[in-house]
Structures are given as structure tokens and as C-alpha cells.
């Protein structure tokens, strides 16, 4: 008789559950319902102006360029302070980083430099090239066009088409730049697209990357004639006015002979570990108008 009456309370407390839940959702639905025809007109409002700017932006390149200046301010100042906090707590690694790479530093000016000399040329290259310091403050290396964005934007200098290097190699190129920001497409990116050299042969190829791994990339266009072994160094050609020079690219992982008549291919590891990417720096091309005037006159 017990067990019954149990069974029988068990019973009609989930029957009360139910219906006390069905009540709480038409209530809420309920509510909703007036809410929407109360403001109904605002919601259109606020979706009428959405939908219009959205258009208003794929179809004029002005405005096109404006809202995604805008929106990297927003969405820069949102990352940046998450990158601060990050940043905070890893402070002992990047003063060690940056130790390194100072002495590293000294290290070539004490060769470039003649002490003898009453002044100083660190620059032989018949470019002129200035580097502006940045911070990361979003990074992405999972998906398939992978971006970086910057704490340097307008008002320091930098503009659309600038490379980007950190300490270790080739970081990307800058795509779009507002006031305070920048994003940067990275090597990791499926239109991402390199001159490079092989240091040990001088041949030109040119580096892709398809191979869905943030660690390895792809250089194509390689003669059939030429021998790669395993780690042979990959640097920046001199036919880029983007980068200088002889700036570390990457290693030969695997080489790849063409099935066929076609040219080679290698797979290469980055020099750059882009997960642990945090400090880079923009580089400006001071003659690079004149460069390009003068090649848009061969075209």
C-alpha cells in the first residue's frame, strides 16, 4: 500500500513539474509576443539598417574599405585587452625572447660595422627599408585563410601591402589597416604568395601554403634540375619590394619530385612559429611608390 502511494506522489510531483514548466514557457512566450508587437517597428528599424549597410558595403569599395577600418578598431581594441592580460603573465619568456634577439643584434652590427670609420652604414642594399614595432593581439592558425591583427595602424605609419617579420622569419603581409589597428594575412593563408630562393643554389621558387599545418608550407615552381636535400635554408628573394632580402623563410622538410616533366615541389617548415607568435615588426620600403611607378611602366 506504501509502494503505491509513493508511486502515485512520484507521479503527480513530474505531472506538476511538467505543467509548471509548460506554463513558465507559454508565459515566456507570451511575453515575447508583446514585447515584438510593442516595438515592432524599431526591430524593423534596426533590421532595415543592418541589411542596408551590409549591401552598401559589398557593393561600393569606399564604403566597403570604411567599415572594415571601423570594424578593426572595434573588434582591435576587444583583442587587446585579452592580449594584455595574456601577455601579463608571460612577461619572463618575451624579456628572455627579446634578450636573445638583441644579442643577436650586436652580434651583426659588430660585423657590418667598420669601428675604424668616423660614420656608420649598417644598410648596403640599394632599397632603404624601416621597421616599426608591433604587438600580436589576435592570432589564428586552424582555419583555412588564417589572420593576424596588430596594435600599430594609420597613425603609425602602416599601410596595405607592408611585410611582416618577427625575429625568427616571414610573418605575412598587411591587408587592411585602420587608425590604431592592422590585419595581416599570414603565410597561413590559401592566398598567401612568397618569392623566395634557395640560399645554397640561388634558384627563385615561389611558397604557398596548402598543406593545412601552421609548421609547414609549400614551395612550387622548382627546375626539375635542381637537387634540395633535406634542410636546405629557404630565404625572401630580391625580386620582392615588399621584403628585403635574404630574410629567413624556412628549411626543406621534404622534397617532392614532379611524376612527370613538371616542375618540383618541397615541403618546408617555417622558420616563424606562428602559434607562439606575439612581437613582429611592419616593414616600410621608403622608395616603394618609386619602385612600383617605375614597374607599372614596363607593364
Known amino acids: 500500500m506504501r509502494n503505491v502511494e509513493y508511486r ?170 585602420s587608425r590604431h589597428y592592422a590585419s595581416v594575412m599570414s603565410l597561413l593563408h590559401s592566398k598567401s604568395f612568397v618569392g623566395v630562393r634557395f640560399k645554397n643554389n640561388q634558384q627563385i621558387a615561389s611558397l604557398r601554403w596548402n598543406t593545412n599545418n601552421y609548421r609547414y608550407g609549400m614551395v612550387e615552381d622548382i627546375p626539375t634540375h635542381v637537387v634540395l636535400q633535406k634542410g636546405d635554408t629557404v630565404l625572401t628573394s630580391s625580386y620582392s619590394f615588399i621584403f628585403p632580402e635574404d630574410i629567413m623563410v624556412g628549411t626543406v622538410e621534404d622534397p617532392l619530385a614532379a611524376t612527370t616533366d613538371a616542375l618540383n615541389k618541397a615541403k618546408i617548415q617555417f622558420a616563424t612559429d606562428f602559434a607562439k607568435l606575439r612581437h613582429v615588426y611592419v616593414i616600410k620600403n621608403l622608395y616603394k611608390a618609386e619602385l612600383d611607378s617605375l614597374q607599372t611602366s614596363f607593364q
Open 8 to 177: 502515485d506522489a512520484t507521479l503527480g510531483f513530474a505531472l506538476f513539474r511538467i505543467l509548471n514548466s509548460a506554463f513558465r514557457i507559454k508565459t515566456t512566450m507570451y511575453n515575447l509576443r508583446r514585447f515584438i508587437l510593442k516595438h515592432h517597428f524599431v526591430i524593423l528599424f534596426i533590421l532595415l539598417e543592418v541589411i542596408s549597410i551590409l549591401l552598401l558595403a559589398r557593393s561600393q569599395n569606399f564604403h566597403r574599405n570604411s567599415l572594415v577600418s571601423h570594424t578593426n578598431d572595434v573588434v582591435g581594441t576587444i583583442y587587446k585587452w585579452g592580449s594584455d592580460v595574456g601577455g601579463y603573465f608571460s612577461l619572463g619568456k618575451t624579456n628572455e625572447q627579446l634578450a636573445e634577439e638583441n644579442a643577436l643584434l650586436r652580434k651583426q652590427l659588430s660585423v657590418i660595422m667598420d669601428t675604424s670609420a668616423t660614420i656608420y652604414s649598417t644598410m648596403e642594399s640599394d632599397t632603404v627599408y624601416e621597421y616599426i614595432p608591433a604587438r600580436v593581439v589576435n592570432n589564428s592558425i586552424n582555419q583555412a585563410n588564417n589572420l593576424i591583427i596588430i596594435n600599430k595602424g594609420k597613425l603609425d605609419g602602416i599601410e596595405r601591402n607592408m611585410g611582416v617579420v618577427s625575429s625568427e622569419g616571414v610573418v605575412g603581409v598587411v591587408t587592411d589597416v
